[in-house]
């Protein structure tokens, strides 16, 4: 799979889980839109994936980077509360963002083998 179409994935699921995770609370937090405002970021700078373009793919990662380790405090609080929703919910975008910083270094060390 090509970095670009990981980014998109992750992206859409950040965009979509958020906004579903934020509309359906019954005391909706502001921080439940961070994963939104990630996943757009992520989609906006998905054209500049390009061969040779390294500053978009390296700002993927790092954005999504530090999205997968800040999504660990909402699962243990999810956990904490027993609300079987928000682990899924989570561990779903968890898994998604996991899934993309796979593909990205891998398609890092590809391109390094390569030179």
């Known amino acids: 799979m090509k970095p670009s179409q990981a980014n998109i994935i992750n992206a859409a699921t ?22 939104v405002g990630i996943g757009a970021l992520l989609l906006a700078i998905t054209p500049w994936f390009k061969p040779g373009r390294k500053v978009a793919a390296h700002i993927a990662v790092g ?30 975008m968890m898994a998604t963002s996991l899934f993309a910083l796979i593909v990205f270094i891998r398609s890092f060390v590809l391109a390094r083998i390569k030179k």
């Open 14 to 35: 950040l965009v979509g889980l958020g906004l579903y995770a934020y509309l359906t609370s019954h005391s909706p937090s502001p921080t439940a839109l961070i994963p």
């Open 63 to 92: 954005l999504t980077l530090i999205l997968f380790v800040s999504l660990f405090k909402p699962l243990s609080g999810a956990l904490s509360r027993a609300d079987n929703a928000a682990m899924i919910r989570v561990g779903i």
